[in-house]
């Protein structure tokens, strides 16, 4: 079974510019993640969905982060315009339909972001 | 703010029990307590789940005490193999059951 796919592995910017993250998730899980994980830190949330809709993003910071889950699959995260405090490692999981409080998540390899 | 919390670092010998202690008040009452483990440039990798008392699989227990106040991942006779990086991970009450990670415990197993 494949696992969660992420794309690109790495990108390296320079400040103010745009940049956008894939992550397919695997199939049959409703629930996406996304997260931003800093050096020497735990994930973070950013986002949640429950297939389309987005319940909990609370920790999105909306003004240059969005996100889009279009047909309940694959999910884009986009930054625009970075900043230099935005270099970390965004993580994309899946998990059954449910909390994440209940469910297993199952974590892609990462897209490691450098922002010069 | 509530938070999780657990030590920076820990040190062990192959063939010894690691406990690995995380601190979280007000946590769901509904919700698990999961810890994961994770690998340089890797994504975690779920190790146990649990809701409360004690919960045991293959490569890992999970103790819960009764307050829910703190959860222990024991790890049994670890190897070389299970240096990483241990992360606990509770839903939080008070920020309306908002996912939240602890900073992590690095977990060197020496020979």
């Known amino acids: 079974e494949a696992g969660v796919v992420q794309s690109p592995r790495y990108k390296i910017i320079e400040k103010k510019q745009p940049v956008a993250f894939w992550c397919n998730p695997i199939s049959g899980h409703n629930t996406l993640y996304w997260y931003r994980q800093n050096l020497g830190q735990g994930p973070e949330l950013l986002i949640r969905?429950?297939?389309?809709?987005?319940?909990?993003d609370s920790q999105l910071p909306k003004d240059r982060f969005s996100a889009e889950r279009l047909k309940g699959v694959d999910s884009t995260l986009k930054i625009q315009p970075a900043e230099l405090g935005d270099s970390a490692v965004y993580l994309c999981a899946s998990s059954q339909l449910g909390a994440g409080g209940y469910n297993e998540q199952f974590f892609g390899p990462g897209t490691r972001l450098t922002v010069l | 703010l509530a938070k999780t919390t657990q030590p920076i670092s820990m040190d062990s010998y192959e063939g010894q029990e690691v406990n690995i202690t995380c601190s979280h008040n007000n946590i769901a009452t509904n919700d698990y307590i999961t810890w994961y483990q994770q690998f340089p440039s890797q994504g975690p990798r779920f190790i146990i789940q649990g809701y409360k008392t004690k919960v045991t699989n293959e490569v890992a227990s999970l103790f819960i005490p009764a307050d829910r106040k703190s959860s222990t991942l024991s790890l049994p006779r670890v190897s070389l193999s299970d240096t990483a990086v241990y992360y606990c991970l509770v839903a939080i009450y008070n920020q309306g059951g908002k996912l939240i990670f602890g900073q992590g415990t690095e977990l060197s197993v020496k020979p």
């Open positions: 969905y429950e297939n389309e809709e987005a319940v909990d």
